[in-house]
């Protein structure tokens, strides 16, 4: 069970802060305003953040200081509950909407119960390849490096993970809107690829929002803003604390 309480400016214990992630900022771009935030008021305060989000998603993002950076690769292990929409009848290169689209197709044919039991056929174990637009690394190298120079790694490890919900909660053709709650180390974008791919249309994540980790819940978070502004006014933050 959390604890709620407030994290004091002048205290080097540090905290959970919980965080709204806007669209096209990286996960390192909240922390690097945070910290920033931090120095500005007179603090040198440590800041890291527990699960990456991708630049096209947005949402719940924790954000560790102080001493609770410690505490993170806890709250990185923790399932996680996301909601989108995937886009049917196209692919992209990144399987989100960074890189282009391309490989169109009609997706009239497609009716309910087909895209309800591929949803539901996700479900379970399974191993998931990287995809390359990520931040896994090859040979000392990212693969979204290697992928901007039009460079593709076929021999990426693959991870086990486990869906454990694929939720379908809306079909508008060419789109799907869906909630997942899945393991460590799911990619929602290879998801949605290998969905379309199922289908036998393509497709790629057009929108993706995190609105859990754990028990911790978008609903308690703060956006980016609300938290510099906190801290640069000396105001104690809200903070949720592991029992």
């Not at 292990?77 to 009848?89: M, N, P, Q």
Request: proline share 3%; glycine share 10%.
């Amino acid at each position: 069970m959390h604890e709620h309480g407030s994290e004091q400016l002048n205290s080097d214990n540090g905290a959970f802060l919980l965080v709204d992630k806007p669209l096209d900022w990286t996960s390192f771009d909240v922390v690097a305003k945070v910290r920033n935030a931090y120095r500005k008021s007179g603090m040198k305060r440590k800041v890291g953040h527990c699960g990456t989000l991708d630049p096209r998603a947005t949402g719940l993002l924790i954000l560790a200081t102080g001493r609770k950076t410690r505490e993170i690769s806890g709250l990185e292990a923790l399932d996680k509950v996301y909601e989108g929409t995937i886009r049917l009848g196209a692919q992209t290169e990144s399987h989100d909407t960074e890189t282009p689209e391309y490989g169109h197709c009609d997706t009239a044919h497609l009716d309910l119960r087909s895209i309800h039991a591929a949803a539901a056929a996700f479900t379970g174990p399974s191993l998931q390849q990287p995809p390359m637009h990520s931040a896994v690394r090859h040979n000392g190298k990212r693969l979204y490096e290697l992928a901007r120079k039009g460079q593709v790694v076929n021999e990426r490890k693959a991870r086990e993970i486990v869906i454990h919900r694929f939720e379908i909660t809306a079909v508008d053709l060419p789109y799907v809107s869906f909630v997942l709650e899945v393991s460590k180390g799911a990619y929602i974008r290879v998801i949605a690829h290998e969905f379309g791919r199922m289908l036998g249309v393509g497709g790629y994540l057009a929108s993706l929002r995190r609105t859990s980790i754990g028990s911790y819940a978008l609903s308690g978070s703060l956006s980016v803003e609300e938290t510099v502004a906190a801290i640069l006014s000396g105001c104690a933050l809200p903070s949720v604390q592991r029992s």
